[in-house]
Antibody, heavy 115, light 110 residues
Framework: EVQLVESGGGLVHPGGSLRLSCAAS????????MHWVRQAPGKGLVWVSR????????TYADPVKGRVTISRDNAKNTLYLQMNSLRAEDTAVYYC????????WGQGTLVTVSS | QSALTQPASVSGSLGQSITVSCAGT?????????VSWYQHHPGKAPKLIIS???NRPSGVSNRFSGSKSANTASLTISGLQAEDEADYYC??????????FGGGTKLTVL
């Protein structure tokens, strides 16, 4: 069974940093692209970033470019999202999502940016 | 990258059919067949219900179907059931290899 479990969310002050993790199991993690998608309170889904299977290629949405870094450790079956210079508008549930087909989603981890 | 355009809400009676549209451009929806649809019950993980415009993943009811014409994709749900009440999102890859979602459509089953 495919499982994606996000962690690392919490309350952070504006300008602060946070690293999200996503533990993957039930599939060959190193064979799949991975994405981060977020959903602000009361809003829709918004794509944040993606990384290819071996970590050599990454892409970012314009609102987070330069502040966020996606990475992965295929030996640990774990995806990461390092978020810096956080803003109030980054407040959202962050989902880890599998593959080019964007097929399996985790339950999400809530990031709240507030003073 | 602008979000794909979906109606904010649709409604239908039990047993009826509804269609949700997803309008994009030739740089996303119209440029290839990597269009997907997701069902999202608040508080739960979104669920893929249609991939590659019209493919249903294993285990997804055949009451869900997808199609595309030019720059607009569509999701049709037939034989509406109470449990279909949820938010529905479309997504598409873009010509710059980013991913874009629609704004979401809230389905109310009357």
């Amino acid at each position: 069974e495919v499982q994606l479990v996000e962690s690392g969310g919490g309350l952070v002050h504006p300008g602060g940093s946070l690293r999200l993790s996503c533990a993957a199991s039930g599939f060959t993690f190193s064979s799949y692209w991975m994405h981060w998608v977020r959903q602000a309170p009361g809003k829709g889904l918004v794509w944040v970033s993606r990384i290819n299977s071996d970590g050599t290629s990454t892409t970012y949405a314009d609102p987070v470019k330069g502040r966020v870094t996606i990475s992965r450790d295929n030996a640990k079956n774990t995806l990461y999202l390092q978020m810096n210079s956080l803003r109030a508008e980054d407040t959202a549930v962050y989902y880890c999502v599998r593959g080019k087909q964007v097929d399996y989603w985790g339950q999400g981890t809530l990031v709240t940016v507030s003073s | 990258q602008s979000a794909l355009t979906q109606p904010a809400s649709v409604s239908g009676s039990l047993g009826q059919s509804i269609t949700v549209s997803c309008a994009g451009t030739s740089s996303d929806v119209g440029g290839h067949n990597y269009v997907s649809w997701y069902q999202h019950h608040p508080g739960k993980a979104p669920k893929l219900i249609i991939s590659d415009v019209s493919n249903r993943p294993s285990g997804v009811s055949n009451r869900f179907s997808g199609s595309k014409s030019a720059n607009t994709a569509s999701l049709t749900i037939s034989g509406l059931q109470a449990e279909d009440e949820a938010d529905y999102y479309c997504s598409s890859y873009t010509s710059s290899s980013t991913l874009v979602f629609g704004g979401g459509t809230k389905l109310t089953v009357l």
